[in-house]
C-alpha cells in the first residue's frame, strides 16, 4: 500500500481521464475513494502524485495500465438474484412471453455482469422455468454477459464462489442443486448453468455489434456512474439492441428520462420494465 498526493489538477485530470475511458464520473469530494482504491498499484508504480499515472495512461503503452485503473475504480461485487422482483418479472412476464414451446429461442444479455452472479443467476430462473413446463425441454437460452472489468470476468468465467459470497443471496437449496463443491470453502457453478452464457469483455462507451439482437437486456446498477449526455446515448445503444418488442430492465434506483418515444413503461408490480418500441 502507498500514500501519495492527490493534487486538486491531478484530481481533475484524472477524473477527465477515467470519465473519457469508461464513461464513470467521479464527484469532487470522491478523492478518498481514489486514494484508497489505486493505493496498492501506485506503490507496485512507485508513483508519488497522480498525474504521474495520468501521463502513464496516456501513452500508447498505457492500455495494460489503464485496464489495471479501471478494474480498481469499478465496483465488481454484487449479490445473487439481486432485488429479488427482476427475476419473479423473468419468471412471470418475459419467460412466458419468449419460450413459448419446445423449439423457443431467448436470447438475454447482462450488460454489466461483474464476477458473474446475475448471468449465472438468470440461467438458474430459466432452468428453473424449464423444468416446471414439459412442453419447453427443447427451448434454448442464449445468455451473453459483458463487463469493462477483465479481472472481473475471469471471475465470472470460472465460476467458482466461496461460501461467503454464495450466502449473498443464493438459497442453500439452489446452492446445492446448481452447484458442486471443489474444497472445503469453494463451489463451482454446474456446467448446464454455465452452458448458455458466453462472457465478452464490452465497453459500454463502445459499439455493440459483437452482441447481436436481443430479446431482453439486464442493465442493473451501472447507468447510475454515469453523466446525464452518456446515460442517453448507453438508453439510445441499447434500444438498439433489443429486438421491436424487447425489454428493457434496470437497477430500481435507475429510470429513461426523455426517451418515451422509445420504450414504454411497463409496471409489473413490483418493478418496472421497459419495452421497446
Known sequence: MSSFTISP?????????LQNSCGIV???NKQYLVQSRLAKLMGEQQYSQLEQLVAAMTVP????LTDRVVDAMTTNETLWFRDAHPYEVLSKVLFPAFLKNSTSRMKVWSAAC??????????????????????????KMEIVATDISST???AAKKGEYELFALG?????QRQEKFFSQVSDDTWKVNQDIRAPISF???NLLDSYAMIGRCDVIFCRNVLIYFSSDLKRSILEKLHGQLK????????ASESLPGLAEKFEMIHCHPGILYKAK
Open 152 to 154: 472481473a470476468l475471469e
Open 61 to 64: 503503452s498505457g492500455k495494460r
Open 114 to 139: 461483474a464476477t458473474g452472479q446475475e448471468p449465472y443467476s438468470i440461467s438458474i430462473a430459466a432452468t428453473e422455468f424449464i423444468e416446471k413446463s414439459p412442453g419447453l425441454r427443447g427451448a
Open 168 to 172: 449473498r443471496g443464493l438459497s442453500k
Open 200 to 202: 465478452k469483455g464490452i
Open 26 to 28: 467521479l464527484a469532487e
Open 9 to 17: 489538477q491531478g484530481f481533475k485530470q484524472f477524473s477527465t481521464y
Open 244 to 251: 421491436p418488442g424487447g425489454y428493457l430492465v434496470l437497477g
